[in-house]
């Protein structure tokens, strides 16, 4: 198995990450229809279909979710490619939870993981003006990230539902000329090929078992270990729990009109 990193996709977001990173010789590209045969130990998937077309014709040009079919349908081809059958996948495409969870249930593979949440953690990090280390953020990224902090002396649970509804508010705005944001695309990319080379740790999402689908943590990759990130009061705990009821409902009506 090769050592590199491979992407698949090569769009703006792709370009930007590859221009912040001054050691790029590993990194192999790959087009969402090209021919993709070598193994990989790490991939990045950022293939998506002409968002901005699909979003034009939306009835909400503002949300993840209304690019999911015709990116979902795109992996499928992918996945019938053999593309995503081993290696560490971390994938980017929208709607990333939705996206990875496809592929790890076609797939099996265990190790599909969906990207998003430290850009979220930063984002809510800059709004409390506190660091994005005394933070934990759970939910999932496409549509309902869910900040909480460490420490449950912080004071925040009186207005705990309100800032996460403005940290929603805030990525809808950011949202321009009918095209998902990427400007913190590329530095989520940068933070998890840091990882990579360091063995460190990252927000992400996963599949949790016990919840029977993907979920925001943190995972270690040196041990490989997913922590997920369910609250530490019974405020984030219940609103953390109803993200992922959302998330299941979500998916399975997806799966339905696949």
């Known amino acids: ?32 229809d090209s021919s993709f045969q070598k193994m990989h130990e790490h991939l990045f998937l950022c293939a998506s279909v002409n968002e901005e077309q699909v979003l034009q014709k939306s009835s909400d040009p503002f949300h993840r979710l209304s690019v999911a079919l015709p990116n979902l349908r795109l992996v499928n081809s992918l996945i019938e490619k053999g593309c995503f059958n081993e290696g560490i ?23 599909i993981f969906a990207l998003g949440l430290e850009a979220d953690a930063l984002r809510l990090a800059n709004m409390m003006a506190v660091h994005a280390d005394d933070l934990e953020i759970g939910g999932n990224h496409y549509d309902s990230p869910c900040g909480y902090f460490k420490k449950l002396d912080s004071g925040w649970n009186e207005n705990y539902e309100a800032i996460n509804e403005d940290l929603k508010e805030k990525i809808k705005k950011e949202f321009s000329g009918n095209h998902p944001p990427t400007a913190n695309g590329s530095l989520v990319l940068k933070k998890a090929y840091e990882v990579i080379q360091e063995a460190g740790t990252m927000r992400c999402s996963a599949y949790v078992q016990e919840l029977d689908c993907f979920c925001g943590g943190v995972l270690s990759l040196s041990t490989m270990d997913f922590i997920p990130c369910l609250g530490n009061t019974s405020t984030s705990r219940s609103f953390i729990m109803n993200i992922i009821e959302k998330h299941r409902n979500t998916f399975s009506n997806l799966m339905k009109e696949l």
């Open 1 to 32: 198995m090769n050592n590199g990193l491979h992407i698949i996709g090569h769009g703006k977001v792709v370009k930007s990450f590859l221009n912040l990173i001054s050691n790029n010789q590993s990194i192999a590209l790959f087009e969402k």
């Open 89 to 111: 996948v971390f994938v980017l495409t929208n709607p990333s939870e939705i996206i990875a969870e496809y592929i790890h249930r076609k797939t099996g593979n265990k190790r």
